[in-house]
């Protein structure tokens, strides 16, 4: 390793030891581990086509990815080897690793899934493309000013991204508007513009470094040719006019993820991926096989969302228009191949096109949806008048994905329900038995293996290491949460997590932690359904419960936020400042010293999760039931042994099933409560009339207690909960109250908290997302694993 790393950074980096800066060090020491990867990658491909395996292709608008290096040295089981390299040549690896920009090419849930199934496939040893955009921004890095959330621009590409090849010769043309003539009756689209996507691949190991899939990351790039005849004219600017078009396409992530916004140049960003993708599983494809009838034995596709649920209409486009089939012929074809995952039931998120702009942008595709539309009308005469891909002058994606899909999953058994009942009741009756679920999980390589050393080490100890790629073996933990060594040890782990936290905590935000005190952490997008505001009026009734009893011994907390907003969603802005001009008044506050911090680092993101799950004791799930599809974070701490204090939402129904009540601290309405509650036009009202906690809060923040500056600065967010309260924070405050109370009271008792949080630990096998991928592929891909 040693010798790698010293030849690359010679004859790759071309520097000598003397001068190498630590970001030397890391592209050297790369390169060494991108090396080891290359073999198994291989062999993986040369196996695959030699027992002609189906080929998995997961498309996603979002790869969020984090760091790659460790995630590798772990994999191949060279960590220790990596650092004791390092350490040799005399070089901090910590720092080396830390150096290391985060891939953050997603928002969040929905990007992060897509990774963990990526490092899953990998593991498995299922023939997989992940297929996305090779974004030059990824998600926008969040500061604060004056506690208000300030966006910049994300750069993770200005250094060298030593983990991926360029393939130039893999281009695909994609492209846009024009016109459709017909001839000989044929219809022949006429393009009015075009961009080439290049592929960039990423090989994606699995544990052990047995098997190694590839991330193909389109890259936009003009198609003519530099215009040298007006740049000779003196004319720069309308010479580079192409280069500027087609750039545009990967320049940057959407920095939104619950409201859709029908912009062209998003349309254009899902259309690129799509088509460069279905251009190159053809090719491939095509190389070994002549027939395209049976293309779905051989190639399973899997739209994450709908965002890239264009595919549909673009395979029969390509199947009809360049291969000659017929509609009829085409369209099983489709069908057979494609699954639709949903993530969402947010009717504000539900992406829906207008028709002039899908016609203007791809009028091709606009005459196949509206033939797809009036097949399926013709095929289903009971279909409902009302019910229709498109409608109002839009094209509804949700049902177009669905239409074109052999399977529609949803991401947890409550969402899944809730897909049938409430998304898509009348498509569910004509198709019975398309809709399934397949419940989210988490890689255990990175989000417990990697990210909390401690606790890997214990349990290695206590029941051997078969547990990271078979995860339902930490179920033999379960005798051990009785046992007080064990517990001792347990309990230690947790705290030199702790302790590393509020050290890096103390240097980056300058605040100091007591490591004894109960970490209560919500990091997760900030959002009016997830209800960080929920967290910050409990947080607050605390901070004055404290005051007032000046005498009772409370269980000193510390209150962790993180998370960004959508840069135009006001609502979640005026959340976050709130939350920082709370820390600010409780942090300075004498009274209240040892007993309660408030803190919120800003720019959260993947690593940023895994240096906090390892040190959370518990584990904030507070969404307005029925509005978190799955949550994927919750499945995270439980895994490292942190209780949840949750809804009855999303995954969470299931952590509580797997866990017991006894280690769950469950509050507030359900589902059907929350959608009976909002019969009551005045639900908000009653509530704060029926919680004087509540009242005193509300008051509190009316008064400027926490803006003295600017005493009004929260009536609108004030005026929110009392009249406008869509996701019953006021309903549900004083369930959530109470439970914090038992919350406290649990934590008092030691070592029944530490059992409880050793049962969390053993019980999370089920969120592993190797069993969420078999489950894809037994259920939808119909694929057997290679190894
Ligand atoms: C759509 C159109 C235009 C611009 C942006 C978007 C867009 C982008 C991202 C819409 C949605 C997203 C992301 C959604 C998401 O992350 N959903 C989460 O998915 C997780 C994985 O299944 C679940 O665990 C979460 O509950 C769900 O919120």
């Known amino acids: 390793m040693k010798a790698a790393v010293l030849r690359h950074l010679t004859y790759s980096i071309g520097k000598d030891t003397i001068s190498a800066s630590i970001y030397d060090w890391r592209v050297a020491l790369s390169l060494s581990l991108r090396d080891l990867i290359v073999e198994p990658w291989f062999a993986s491909t040369r196996r695959t086509y030699a027992e002609d395996r189906k080929r998995v292709y997961y498309l996603s608008m979002e790869f969020l990815i984090g760091r790659l290096l460790e995630d590798a040295a772990v994999n191949l089981g060279l960590h220790e080897v990596a650092e004791g390299a390092m350490a040799d040549l005399g070089v901090d690896f910590r720092a080396v690793i830390e150096d290391e920009p985060d891939a953050a090419l997603g928002n969040g849930g929905l990007g992060r899934l897509a990774a963990c199934f990526m490092e899953s496939m990998a593991t498995l040893g299922c023939p997989a493309f992940g297929y996305g955009i090779r974004y030059e921004h990824g998600l926008f890095r969040q500061m604060f000013e004056g506690g208000q959330q300030v966006e910049t621009p994300e750069d993770w590409l200005t250094q060298r991204h030593p983990w991926e090849f360029e393939r130039p010769e ?71 006019e192409p280069e500027t078009l087609a750039r545009t396409i990967s320049r940057v992530l959407y920095p939104d993820d619950t409201t859709f916004q029908g912009k062209e140049l998003r349309l254009k960003q899902e259309y690129f991926l799509t088509s460069a993708a279905l251009q190159d599983i053809l090719r491939r494809y095509l190389k070994t096989h002549d027939s395209l009838h049976d293309l779905a034995d051989h190639v399973a596709i899997q739209m994450n969302d709908t965002h890239p649920a264009i595919a549909g209409p673009e395979l029969m486009r390509l199947l009809i228009d360049d291969h000659g089939l017929t509609f009829d012929d085409a369209l099983p074809i489709v069908q057979n191949v494609l699954g639709y995952t949903n993530h969402t039931l947010l009717p504000e998120a539900l992406e829906r096109w207008s028709t002039y702009l899908m016609g203007t942008i791809l009028p091709r595709h606009m005459q196949i949806i509206e033939q797809i539309d009036a097949w399926h009308a013709k095929t289903y005469p009971k279909r409902p008048h009302y019910i229709g891909i498109v409608k109002h002058n839009e094209v509804r994606m949700g049902d177009l994905a669905f239409i074109m899909s052999h399977r529609v999953n949803g991401v947890s058994a409550l969402h899944s329900d809730l897909v049938r009942k409430t998304l898509f009741p009348e498509l569910d009756a004509l ?113 004055h419960t404290i005051r007032e009893n000046p005498n009772v011994a409370f269980v000193p907390r510390v209150k962790v936020f ?85 809804t009855l939402d999303g995954a969470n129904v299931e952590i509580l099933h797997e866990v017991g009540a006894a280690n769950f601290f469950l509050f507030g309405m359900t589902a059907d409560e929350v959608v009976q509650r909002r019969t009551d036009p005045d639900h908000s009202r009653h509530a704060i009339e029926a919680s004087p906690a509540l009242q005193r809060v509300l008051q509190m923040i009316a008064e400027g207690q926490f803006s003295p500056d600017q005493p009004d600065r929260y009536n609108g967010l004030l005026d929110r909960i009392w009249n406008h309260d869509y996701f019953l924070v006021a309903a549900d405050f004083e369930a959530y109250r109470l439970a914090q109370h038992d919350v406290d009271l649990a934590y008092a008792d030691r070592a029944k908290w530490v059992t409880m949080a050793a049962l969390n630990t053993a019980r999370a096998g089920y969120f592993s997302s190797d069993r969420t991928i078999r489950g894809y592929m037994n259920d939808i891909w119909s694929t057997k694993a290679a190894l």
């Open 431 to 543: 198709h019975p038995g398309r809709i399934i679920n397949q419940t989210n999980g988490v890689t255990p390589r990175r989000w417990l293996r990697l990210s909390n050393r401690p606790l890997s080490a214990l349990i290695d100890s206590t029941i051997g290491d078969g547990w990271v790629s078979d995860l339902d073996q930490l179920k033999q933990l379960e005798p051990f949460a009785q046992d007080a060594g064990f517990c001792a040890a347990f309990d230690a782990a947790k705290r030199r997590n702790k302790v590393d936290m509020s050290n890096w905590l103390g240097a980056s935000m300058g605040i100091t932690l007591d490591p004894d005190a109960l970490f209560d952490v919500q990091i997760k997008r900030i959002h009016e359904y997830k209800r960080q505001l929920l967290n910050i009026l409990q947080t607050i009734d605390q901070w």
């Open 170 to 240: 893999s281009a695909y043309t994609i492209s846009f508007k024009g016109h459709v003539e017909t001839l000989e009756g044929r219809a022949v689209w006429v393009p009015g513009e075009s961009v080439t996507a290049s592929a960039f691949d990423t090989p994606v190991i699995g544990w052990k470094g047995e098997w190694a899939n590839t991330l193909r990351l389109w890259g936009a790039k003009p198609t003519t040719l530099f215009d040298l005849e007006r740049f000779n004219r003196g004319d720069y600017a309308a010479a580079a």
């Open 562 to 646: 993180g998370g960004k907003s959508a840069p135009g969603y006001i609502v979640a802005k005026e959340i976050i400042h709130l939350i920082n001009d709370v820390a600010t008044v409780v942090n300075n506050d004498p009274a209240t010293r040892g007993l309660l911090k408030v803190v919120y680092p800003a720019n959260y993101n993947v690593s940023m999760a895994q240096r906090l799950i390892p040190a959370t004791d518990l584990s904030e799930q507070i969404s307005t039931a029925g509005k978190e599809a799955s949550g994927t974070g919750n499945m995270k701490f439980m895994l490292n042994g942190a209780p949840t204090i949750g």
